[in-house]
């Protein structure tokens, strides 16, 4: 089983099936976005600011019931940042043409990591729980 | 047996020149397999003297990736005419959806290689042959695919469960089923299912109902099923659409309202339908 250090999941790279499994990181979930705010590892792009701004607005106007959620937290958690340093297994088509030989096998020297979409912070093998 | 050349009327006229080559491309998912591609081949008879050519065989073998990519070989059969030809899983198991073969004469062997003629096309298995003269053309996407069981990434706690359509493939998301476990932190949690594109969001179903702290409730999802809400037993559905079909890179994921930085999903089990994009 492997750990990916990027964000922490857990996964198995082969299936009970025998197929691969290309693990792509989750973009942040609400409370891991605003840590990387407040760490200054990411910033909202100005639509984003803007859509958070006009719903605080909007909760100022009517403040949100209570045990719902308010409007400003509903747009933040639907907000799309992937993490940086994000890892995607999946195989980059231009990458592979470069490092495939015309039978699909790796050239030599290449490793699958030459090939994937974003290696990220990389992986390490966990025990199964 | 031998034929005089001149004489042989084939079923099917493929002569080919010295240059022209047979190639196989395969795009495969599954473990384990090779495949080989077979037929009979009736060399010219290029000078008066030389013996009657004889009908040959050929067996070229090719060991896919498995990583939906392309893997092709190409082998120069000499000048003559193609007799007849198949492509044949020799070992492994691949069922439709998993294994796609294409058969083509090209002019060349290694490099840019020039398409001539197309030959066929079609997903193979281990009881299911493509080959010639009369082939029958399967398109990536034709048939029923390959019912996939995919264990997903256990997210780390506080994190949303995302799952993507692998490059290469295209999925139909049938059912799947997670554990969201809530922390001790009170919040009343909403779990939605989003289906996107890698980055704008397609689709967004879930529950009406909250999840509040310190409660682990299974999520089930499938086509067609009644939205219900948590009840007793700490079940909730989600409906998705019918035929609702995926390409490489979309995702289907979680959107929990109010989620904190301990709560945890798990138990991740999903049913697809899937095919070879060929792209």
Redesign the interface.
């Known amino acids: 089983m492997r750990k ?1 250090l990027s ?6 790279p ?14 942040f ?4 976005l605003r840590k990387a705010l407040d760490a200054g590892t990411v910033r909202l792009t100005a639509a984003q600011q803007a859509a958070l701004d006009a719903a605080i607005l909007r909760d100022q106007d009517k403040l949100p019931a209570p ?3 308010s409007q400003a ?2 747009v933040f ?2 907000f ?1 940042v992937v993490r940086p340093g994000h890892r ?1 297994e ?4 231009d990458k ?1 043409r470069v490092a ?1 030989d ?4 790796l050239k030599r020297g290449k490793t699958d990591d030459d ?1 994937m ?1 974003a290696p990220g912070a990389g992986i390490v093998e966990v025990v199964r729980p | 047996m031998n034929f005089p050349s001149l004489a042989v009327q084939a079923a099917t006229p493929l002569y080919l020149t010295g240059e022209d080559a047979i190639r196989l491309t395969l795009f495969n998912s599954a473990t384990g397999v090779t495949a080989a591609l077979r037929g009979r081949f009736l060399p010219a008879k290029t000078a008066p003297d030389e013996q009657d050519p004889v009908i040959g065989i050929f067996s070229h073998e090719l060991v896919p990736t498995t990583t939906r990519a392309a893997s092709a070989r190409t082998e120069a059969l000499g000048e003559g005419w193609l007799l007849d030809w198949s492509v044949v899983v020799t070992a492994g198991t691949p069922t439709v959806g998993q294994c796609y073969a294409m058969v083509e004469i090209v002019r060349g062997t290694k490099g840019a290689l020039f398409p001539v003629s197309w030959l066929g096309n079609s997903y193979i298995t281990a009881n299911k042959r493509l080959g010639g003269p009369d082939p029958g053309f399967m398109d990536f996407l034709d048939g029923g695919g390959a019912m996939r069981s995919i264990t997903g990434a256990v997210p780390g706690a506080g994190a949303e469960l995302s799952e993507a359509v692998p490059t290469g493939a295209r999925w139909e998301l049938l059912c799947g089923k997670f554990t969201f476990t809530t922390a001790v932190a009170v919040a009343n949690r909403t779990v939605k299912l989003i289906i996107d594109d890698g980055a704008n969001t397609l689709q967004q179903l879930g529950s009406q109902v909250v999840q509040p702290a310190s409660i682990g409730a299974v999520y089930s999802f499938g086509q067609g099923l009644p939205m219900q809400g948590i009840g007793a037993d700490s079940q909730s559905i989600i409906s998705l659409p019918n035929n609702i079909r995926m390409a490489a890179g979309h995702r289907w994921r979680t959107l929990t309202g109010l989620i904190q930085a301990a709560d945890q999903y798990s138990a991740i089990f999903y049913l697809v339908r899937e095919w070879i994009e060929g792209a």
């Open positions: 990916c964000c922490g999941a857990t996964y198995e082969v299936l009970a099936d025998g197929m691969l499994y290309f693990h792509t990181c989750p973009p979930s609400a409370p891991e045990g719902t959620q937290d509903q958690a639907s799309v995607d999946n195989v980059d088509r592979a495939r015309d039978d699909g096998t090939v979409k």
